[in-house]
T-cell receptor
Framework: AQSVTQPDIHITVSEGASLELRCNYS??????LFWYVQSPGQGLQLLLK??????LVQGIKGFEAEFKRSQSSFNLRKPSVHWSDAAEYFC??????????????FGKGTKLSVKP | ETGVTQTPRHLVMGMTNKKSLKCEQH?????MYWYKQSAKKPLELMFV???????ENNSVPSRFSPECPNSSHLFLHLHTLQPEDSALYLC?????????????FGPGTRLTVL
């Protein structure tokens, strides 16, 4: 069965430091991969997505993610974190039901805290 | 403005109450979703509607009853809930029902069952 693992429950980084959030997936075929962000009291917002092609994907707010098939990973990165990036981040994988149903499997999330 | 609104934002109910959650999307989308977000658990898909037709029921107990009268509105009717049903209920919409369609989420309804 498909699954998504985010190994880090909580990460704290200093403002201006670089960030990498880890995501590993379990899926037999080429997955559809997503990163969402959830700020306190808000719904989820899509940061970026990967379907095919270039394995380095650029997203909004200066985020990028790299798909590595050999490692079954889709890690999220940002070169310099801002205090406003403090939020919870969710990795998700599409279940590949022939495109007729938008069913995503989400990881448990990584909460990011930013120190001034 | 996210384009997807949910009311109420907070709801406290007893186990014998009947209440409804409402979701409205102003994005011209055709697919709508209900998710349950519990503490320390992954986001769980509950229901999917595509062009007003239910296309997914992810083994959700019958005490949750969805309704989609048109592509812009989605309801979740609640009755005889249990305390473990306390969670954040998120609504989302997408242009179509494909996994490649970006889902846009509302801010959620925080439900507490006493």
């Amino acid at each position: 069965a498909q699954s998504v693992t985010q190994p880090d429950i909580h990460i704290t980084v200093s403002e201006g430091a670089s960030l990498e959030l880890r995501c590993n997936y379990s899926y037999g075929a080429t997955p559809y991969l997503f990163w969402y962000v959830q700020s306190p009291g808000q719904g989820l917002q899509l940061l970026l997505k990967y379907f095919s092609g270039d394995t380095l994907v650029q997203g909004i707010k200066g985020f990028e993610a790299e798909f590595k098939r050999s490692q079954s990973s889709f890690n999220l990165r940002k070169p310099s974190v801002h205090w406003s990036d403090a939020a919870e981040y969710f990795c998700a994988v599409g279940r590949g039901y022939g495109g007729s149903q938008g069913n995503l499997i989400f990881g448990k999330g990584t909460k990011l805290s930013v120190k001034p | 403005e996210t384009g997807v609104t949910q009311t109420p934002r907070h709801l406290v109910m007893g186990m014998t109450n009947k209440k409804s959650l409402k979701c409205e999307q102003h994005l011209g989308h055709n697919a709508m979703y209900w998710y349950k977000q519990s503490a320390k658990k992954p986001l769980e898909l509950m229901f999917v509607y595509n062009f007003k037709e239910q296309t997914e029921n992810n083994s959700v107990p019958s005490r949750f009853s969805p309704e989609c009268p048109n592509s812009s509105h989605l309801f979740l009717h609640l009755h005889t809930l249990q305390p473990e049903d306390s969670a954040l209920y998120l609504c989302a919409s997408s242009l179509g029902g494909s996994e490649t369609d970006t889902q846009y989420f509302g801010p959620g309804t925080r439900l507490t069952v006493l």
